[in-house]
């Protein structure tokens, strides 16, 4: 499922991911409404990285126009 930005903020899309997890996690949910949960809460976390990118983007972008050390984020952690 994608996820409009105009239409979801980063909070509420974490805040429906969550809801999701719950759901899935207690088990007694259907076969076909599991899958069709898993898969929108695909598109919701792949919808929160993609704004986490972008706004860690622009604060490298920020911190190095403003003659600080390159910001780096380490993915691994």
Known sequence: MAVESKEVTFEEA?????LIIT?????DVPLEKALR????????SAFCH?????AEDQLAKIM???GEK???????E
Request: proline content about 0%; aromatic content about 6%.
């Open 50 to 54: 993609s704004l986490l990118s972008q």
């Open 70 to 76: 390159e910001f780096v984020i380490d993915e691994g």
């Open 14 to 18: 974490m805040d429906k991911l969550e």
């Open 37 to 44: 949960l898993y898969q929108e809460g695909i598109g919701l």
């Open 23 to 27: 759901k899935l996690e207690e088990g």
């Open 64 to 66: 190095t126009d403003d």
